[in-house]
């Protein structure tokens, strides 16, 4: 369970890594401005780094012995900050990009991304109390809303032509 | 809405590059723009028609217009 739960986010580190030298190599031409998408990228690698981290402590803690409640619970809000930090890193990308186009590709990335995860959510759940399915911990569907995401950026290369700036 | 983007950016002789670069744009914004796929906003629109020393009219046109 613990690999399933990093698996996600240790594949976003190469995503990051060719997103930005994409970026850099683009030299701000076909990608845009490009600020705004730079300040993204590394935004989202800071708060990928901190989830892996603090999900590794929060392992190691719990593998150490059986720390005491204040520690578990703050053990294990850490990398749900980190989780909300990476939300919030594609809130400030629509609020700091300039091409309006390319800021409504996002938004339309991330209501998608909304739709997808919270009818995937809704779907679950109700099959879970059905016991048609395991139990899923609530975290699945904010990796859920990153897939959700991805199906955003085919919608809009369907619709638009471009995957946008992501 | 369609609009006479491409043609007179060909009468320019500019790239989509070019022109993004003059809107302060980026080049996708401006393929989605000629292509009709994407309507620009309205000061988007004004500093096309002025780049192009046009009127917004001149350059855009709604569907049912001849």
Known sequence: ?166 | MKNRLKVLRAENDWSQQDLADRLGVSRQSVNAIETGRYDPSLPLAFSIADIFNMRIEDIFQRETDG
């Open chain 1, 1 to 166: 369970m613990t690999v399933l739960m990093m698996a996600p986010m240790i594949l976003t580190v190469p995503m990051i890594w060719a997103a930005n030298r994409q970026l850099n190599s683009a030299d701000n031409g076909c990608l845009g401005r490009g600020i705004a998408q730079k300040r993204y990228v590394k935004r989202v690698a800071v708060f990928t780094s901190l989830y892996l981290l603090s999900f590794g402590v929060m392992i190691f803690a719990s593998i150490e012995g059986e720390p005491p409640l204040w520690l578990r619970t703050f053990l294990a809000i850490l990398p749900g900050l980190a989780v909300i930090g990476i939300i919030w890193s594609v809130g400030r990308l629509i609020v700091e990009e300039e091409d309006e186009f390319l800021r409504m590709l996002v938004i339309r990335q991330s209501l998608v991304a909304t739709g997808f995860s919270l009818s995937a959510a809704s779907i679950w759940g109700f099959m879970e109390v059905a016991d048609v399915v395991v139990h899923a911990d609530a975290y699945w569907w904010v990796i859920a809303w990153f897939f959700g995401f991805g199906v955003g950026a085919i919608s809009n290369r369907i619709q638009y032509g471009t995957w946008g700036a992501l």
